[in-house]
């Protein structure tokens, strides 16, 4: 199983869209995908798949992931906790889930698609060392310079940890002025990363639309 | 002791009941005889009670001992007893009350005490169930 960190130097980035339809893509070409929610703070991504919400269930010590159709299965707090419940958890907690999430979730995927928390904060530190030297990671963020500084942080942090970053997701791409986008486009190239540009689409703001995300998911599988 | 813990002298049989609401979550739970727990309940006098849960051979057994000096369990689990009756008055959700830091959990066994608290979570669901 690879996993496949999706993360982002700053949150409001898109980053559960475009980790949710990564998963989609991947799982309808029939790939075996495994998703887990690791963003404990907005703990969202359940609502953009169709999780059944069966009882949770166990297997050898270990939590059985959700089904999502028949390539993709899911494992997220989300799913769990009442609607509007304020998730407050300190640091020994979230890396707690973090670590059941990692280790005693029975997943199958050949992928393991991780919507992280955003920004370059201890618990992403956590998963970073969990995924050390084996993983890979697209990074999101909108091309505006903010997201770029953001960025190279998290980029540093991802590289530290030998953890291989696939590629830069500029997100709605199209809401920005051009000569802006281009400008954060090339800074990113320079460092000799893959950029993938993803247009804003307002069919995204309800359902997933996988074939946006083709490219993408093609440099992830590489 | 108050009045109120003593009151809770109901609750091992309560706890069984859950128990035995196990012989359909044993099918979803198989790891479950395996497993035993210590559900600790204080006052704000300071006065607890506490209970052994889990299973000899196929049978559940619910027992009191002494908070002080409970024997082994995989997990062990206290919180106030105004939140356990509010959960068991399905007044406040189990999984809430946790990320609330209104439940403290222990785990005796190796594995993730958010892996525990799904599991408790999952047989406060059953025994919600039951009192409805």
Excluded: C
Excluded at chain 1, 24 to 51: T, Y
Excluded at chain 1, 196 to 215: A, C, G, M, Y
């Amino acid at each position: 199983m690879i996993p496949i960190l999706v993360t982002s130097g700053k949150g409001g980035t898109g980053k559960t869209t475009i980790a949710t339809n990564l998963a989609v893509n991947l799982a309808e070409r029939g790939i075996k995908v495994s998703f887990m929610d690791a963003d404990l703070m907005a703990p969202n991504a359940h609502m953009f798949i169709d999780v059944n919400k069966e009882k949770l269930r166990e297997a050898g010590k270990m939590l059985l992931p959700l089904k999502v159709g028949e390539h993709l299965e899911f494992m997220g707090l989300g799913v769990f906790i009442p609607r509007g419940v304020g998730v407050a958890l300190n640091y020994e907690k979230t890396t707690d889930f973090i670590t059941t999430l990692l280790r005693f979730v029975k997943w199958s995927g050949d992928y393991l698609i991780i919507d992280a928390p955003p920004g370059a904060i201890s618990i992403n530190v956590k998963l970073m060392k969990e995924l050390q030297g084996r993983a890979r990671a697209v990074i999101v963020g909108e091309p505006h310079p903010f997201a770029i500084e953001d960025n190279l942080r998290m980029i540093d942090l991802l590289k530290f940890y030998d953890i291989d970053v696939r590629a830069v997701v500029l997100n709605k791409y199209n809401l920005f002025q051009d000569e802006i986008a281009k400008q954060v486009t090339g800074e990113y190239e320079k460092l000799g990363l893959k950029v993938v540009k993803i247009p804003w689409d307002p069919r995204l703001q309800s359902q997933t639309v996988p074939e946006l995300f083709n490219e993408l998911a093609n440099v992830v599988i590489a | 002791m108050s009045l109120r813990l003593r009151l809770l002298s109901i609750l091992p049989k309560l706890m069984l009941i859950g128990l035995r609401k196990f012989n359909d979550l044993l099918n979803e739970f198989p790891e479950a005889k395996t497993r035993s727990s210590i559900l600790k309940l204080y006052d704000s006098a300071g006065n607890q009670v506490a209970f052994w849960l889990g299973f000899e051979g196929d049978r559940p057994v619910v027992r009191e001992v002494d908070p002080k000096n409970p024997p082994y369990a995989t997990t062990e689990i206290s919180m106030h007893v105004d939140v356990f009756i509010k959960i068991l008055k399905n007044k406040l959700d189990f999984r809430a009350a946790y990320l609330y830091d209104l439940i403290d959990i222990k785990s005796n066994d190796g594995l993730p005490v958010s892996y525990h608290m799904l599991l408790w979570s999952a047989y406060f669901d059953r025994l919600l169930e039951v009192l409805k």
